[in-house]
């Protein structure tokens, strides 16, 4: 098993450019190295907050930092776990909002502990989760996706069972122990059947939704960061305030 954890508590593992990029190259590594599966999880309270929104103002001020960002960064990673030969099982220890909730979306398997809480607010910031509304109908029915890419709430771990963005929920002393349960359960293959099977499962993810992913990343850096409503969602956030965007 290959294991790429998140360590920064303190931000809960929102991410910058630096850790997306770490994240496409560990799965290339892995790819290199081991035919078991990856597991990518979080240390402390989140799995993962999403993007480091600390870096938004930066991102709206310099579009070529902001290709770089989403476009290199973010998206190199999706498609990392979009193409890794072998399962990709996010093991999702606390809070997963935005690019979290978009990794657990987008991984192959997901065992979430039942604290874990579940949400995409990006348009509260006048953004969207791109990768999300690129992958959901892909992976997820049409109304549950709908549901969480419109309505921005918080959901429940079991809700987010029921509505298919995680397998099982364990509570969270037995959050190690479920995935290894899973583990076991793929090799008890051959890793060349696990591969052809990922392979296939993985098309329309592969085909379809990596190119939208691109082309909405393209719209958050051209269209959305330059916007208006960016500037605003993002200084209600850091005011800790409701936005007031432009109708």
Known sequence: MARISFDNPRRLNALDLDGWSAIAAGLRRAAQETTAPVVIT???????AGDDIAALP???ADRVLAEAFFVDGLYSAFEAIVTHPMPVICAVNGLAFGAGLEMVAAA??????DTATFGVPEGKLGVIAPVFTALATTHLGFKPANSFAYRMSTYTAQQAR??????????PERLEQ????VIADINAASPE????????LATRARDEALPRLKAGLRAVVHELL???NAVE?????????????ER
């Open 58 to 60: 930066a991102l709206m």
């Open 193 to 200: 059947s696990i591969m052809i099977t990922k392979r296939m």
């Open 42 to 48: 979080g240390v402390g309270r989140a799995f993962c």
């Open 178 to 181: 479920a995935v290894d349960a």
């Open 108 to 113: 192959d398997l997901a065992v979430a502990a």
């Open 226 to 228: 330059p916007s208006a």
């Open 162 to 171: 029921e509505l298919g963005i995680v397998n099982e929920v364990v509570a």
């Open 233 to 245: 969602g993002t200084d209600a956030f850091f005011a800790k305030r409701p936005p007031h965007f």
